[in-house]
């Protein structure tokens, strides 16, 4: 059973930083893309930014320059870097993973966290 832990949210002043980290287990095979997304109160659940197993790298427009996504295939975990972080930032963020059918199938099953709450004062 594939299961995503995450870590590293809570409360911190506009412009300060936060580290989050996903650590995912349970897969027989490798996982294919990895990412953040986030819900805000009111709001659809978002992208946040993604990460290819080659590390190939796509981050919503509003968040480039602040946000930095990166993984490490050889224990499974993705980490996102938050900086300059804003008001509008407050958001539950979760981790995401996607793991082939079969090593040579272009279906995935679809994995999510539990989320972890970020909260940014002003």
């Known amino acids: 059973q594939v299961q995503l832990v995450e870590s590293g949210g809570g409360l911190v002043q506009a412009g300060g930083s936060l580290t989050l980290s996903c650590a995912a287990s349970?897969?027989?095979?490798?996982?294919?893309?990895m990412g953040w997304y986030r819900q805000a109160p009111g709001k659809q659940r978002g992208l946040v930014a993604k990460?290819?197993?080659?590390?190939?790298?796509t981050y919503t427009d509003s968040l480039k320059g602040r946000f930095t996504i990166s993984r490490d295939n050889a224990k499974n975990t993705v980490t996102l870097q938050m900086n300059s972080l804003k008001p509008e930032d407050t958001a539950v963020y979760y981790c995401?993973?996607?793991?082939?059918?079969?090593?040579?199938?272009?279906?995935?099953?679809?994995?999510w966290g539990q989320g972890t709450q970020v909260t940014v004062s002003s």
């Open positions: 349970g897969s027989i095979f490798s996982f294919n893309d």
């Open positions: 995401n993973a996607k793991v082939p059918v079969s090593p040579r199938s272009s279906t995935e099953y679809n994995y």
């Open positions: 990460i290819t197993q080659r590390g190939s790298t």
